[in-house]
């Protein structure tokens, strides 16, 4: 069994959810995790994972978008077949103001709510290392960063994940290829990010979440064992991460 545990399925990045999860299911990926990126994106997620089997859905702001009722978030987040909050997170290449108040708002929700968090963070480790996700658990989603960073995930916040992505098996990635190697089995999560970030050698096409396999092989290779075994072992992480 494969999961495929951070990809986006609502309308916006996914035109044909019934073609694209049939496609999932004949490359045994056999449960899905649509994360939410606004209040209407996460609403159309939760749907989505209510009318399909497999599917869950995280609901999140995404710190390129904003939030406009809090009230509306928590109520959501206590849908059926929400499994996560997220994403969330700092980006500072492309986030907006405000995003850190944002962040730190869902990692409350989270708190509060028992959820675990799909958190995104892009050139902005540092500011990370700072913040108190005391009494949280979760995964850092499409891992980036250095190696000060990913042990300091790794020893100071043992409730949380690392996911790869496809860009760890691109050509020029041999600096996340060698974090990837770092990663202790028990703490490793693997995941598309579809639409996005389709694996070589299908980089610059549509990503799909039926392509995790191809990035769960790669990581096999890299850590010398089978991709049933790896297969097993991040099906088994994400089971227990998000209660599914
Ligand atoms: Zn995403």
Known sequence: MLIDSHCHLTKKFCPDVDQTLAQAKDAGVEKIITIGTTLEDSQEGIEIAQNHDGVYAAVGIHPEESCANWGKFEQLAQ?????????????YKVG??????IFEKQIGIARKLNLPLSIHIRDAQDDLMKMDLAGTRGVFHCFSGDERYLNFILTKLPDFYISFAGNVTFKNASGLQQLAKLVPLERLLVETDSPFLAPHPLRGSQ???????????FLADLKSISLEEL????????????GI
Do not use: H, W, Y
């Open 79 to 91: 849908m059926p077949r929400v499994a996560a909050i997220g994403e969330c997170g700092l980006d």
């Open 231 to 242: 297969s097993k072992i991040t099906s088994k992480n994400a089971q227990i991460l998000f």
């Open 207 to 217: 990503n799909t979440p039926a392509n995790v396999k191809i990035t769960v092989q």
């Open 96 to 101: 907006l103001p405000g995003q850190k108040e």
